[in-house]
Structure formats: structure tokens, C-alpha cells
T-cell receptor, first 111, second 115 residues
Framework: NAGVTQTPKFQVLKTGQSMTLQCAQDMNHNSMYWYRQDPGMGLRLIYYSASEGTTDKGEVPNGYNVSRLNKREFSLRLESAAPSQTSVYFC??????????FGQGTRLTVV | AQSVTQLGSHVSVSEGALVLLRCNYSSSVPPYLFWYVQYPNQGLQLLLKYTSAATLVKGINGFEAEFKKSETSFHLTKPSAHMSDAAEYFCAVRTLKTSYDKVIFGPGTSLSVIP
């Protein structure tokens, strides 16, 4: 049982480049989330999807887009990367009435 | 809107002493509440959760937390700290409605355990 799988695990981008972070879960969860983690700021919600076909902004959505491709997959896209987007990104999924389950994270550096 | 505050970004305790990490939340509906732990360069591990059952919740590694609605608090405690408890601790609140499902985290508390 793989749980929540994020790819890639590490990435270095140049300013202005674009990329998509992939996330897939095999637990049949309705809800999925993208977070970024920066020192001293905890995990901040970028976007979430409460069900297949719906997405909504979280606390820090600027500079990002998301796609809920199907129930399993929730991708995060950076259209034009900026150094301020250097962070560790976590994807998570959750069933209806309990905790979220997290992937192992993607460490992104924008130079 | 939901929010989570954690009083004290850094807490130091002596080995064997009581651990108390504070968490206060705001939520427009009855929340689900969680504590997660993160060790250096690792992912998040669930310590314990409140999902509207018993208000005193026991978790892994001897931790427990009490949901106090009147105080909007969910403080984490452990009677006796161990060196292996040194980590970052995050409190989170989940607010769930029909088409709305946010899980918001606090800024975290870094726990140091002094031998």
C-alpha cells in the first residue's frame, strides 16, 4: 500500500521556468491538499480539493495552479518559478472524518 | 475563518520533566483537531486526533491532549520527556462542510530535551 506518492523528491529550477509537482494517492480519499513548508511558518495550505472535480484556494495560492485530474491525482503547477517559491512541498489526502495522510515531500529550489 | 496559534516557537524541557505544548484554534464549525510530529528531514507523523468523541485523547509515545471547547484549546502533554521527543510539533484544525474541507496548521513548536 503506497499511500500518498509525490514526484519528484528534489528539483532545482531556474527563475521563470515552469514545472508540475505530481501527487497520487491509492486510499480512495475524497479530499486532497497541497502545502508548502518554510522555516518558522509551519505548513501553509496552497490549494485543496474537497472532491473530484473541485478545487479551492488555500492560504497562499498566488503563483500556483492545481488540477484534480481524477480521484487519485492532484497536481500542483508553478507557471513561472520565483526564488520565493523555494520550499518543501507536501501533498496530503484525507477520508471524510479523520486525519490527513502526507507524502514524503518535494524539496524545490529556485535559483 | 480557521486559524491555529501555537504559543512558543521553541520550548526546552529537561529529560524526565513535563512536556506542555500549547495550541489554540478558531473554527466556524465543530472542528477536528490533530497533533503531528516532524523529525528533521522527515515527513509528518500523526501523534493523536480529536474527532468529536472523547475530549481527552491519548496518542503514540505517551502523548495526550485535551479538547476544551470553552477555551478553544487543544494542548499537548507528556508526563516525562525523553531525548527522542526532540522534534517539531504541529497542531492542525480541520473544518469540514459539504464542499469545503480545509486543514490548517499552526506555525509549529520546536521541542528541545536537555539531558
Amino acid at each position: 500500500n503506497a499511500g500518498v506518492t509525490q514526484t519528484p523528491k528534489f528539483q532545482v529550477l531556474k527563475t521563470g521556468q515552469s514545472m508540475t509537482l505530481q501527487c497520487a494517492q491509492d486510499m480512495n480519499h475524497n479530499s486532497m491538499y497541497w502545502y508548502r513548508q518554510d522555516p518558522g511558518m509551519g505548513l501553509r495550505l496552497i490549494y485543496y480539493s474537497a472532491s473530484e472535480g473541485t478545487t479551492d484556494k488555500g492560504e497562499v495560492p498566488n503563483g500556483y495552479n492545481v488540477s484534480r485530474l481524477n480521484k487519485r491525482e492532484f497536481s500542483l503547477r508553478l507557471e513561472s518559478a520565483a526564488p520565493s517559491q523555494t520550499s518543501v512541498y507536501f501533498c496530503a489526502s484525507a477520508p471524510r472524518d479523520t486525519e490527513a495522510f502526507f507524502g514524503q515531500g518535494t524539496r524545490l529550489t529556485v535559483v | 475563518a480557521q486559524s491555529v496559534t501555537q504559543l512558543g516557537s521553541h520550548v526546552s524541557v529537561s529529560e524526565g520533566a513535563l512536556v506542555l505544548l500549547r495550541c489554540n484554534y478558531s473554527s466556524s464549525v465543530p472542528p477536528y483537531l490533530f497533533w503531528y510530529v516532524q523529525y528533521p528531514n522527515q515527513g509528518l507523523q500523526l501523534l493523536l486526533k480529536y474527532t468529536s468523541a472523547a475530549t481527552l485523547v491519548k496518542g503514540i509515545n505517551g502523548f495526550e491532549a485535551e479538547f476544551k471547547k470553552s477555551e478553544t484549546s487543544f494542548h499537548l502533554t507528556k508526563p516525562s520527556a525523553h531525548m527522542s521527543d526532540a522534534a517539531e510539533y504541529f497542531c492542525a484544525v480541520r473544518t469540514l462542510k459539504t464542499s469545503y474541507d480545509k486543514v490548517i496548521f499552526g506555525p509549529g513548536t520546536s521541542l528541545s530535551v536537555i539531558p
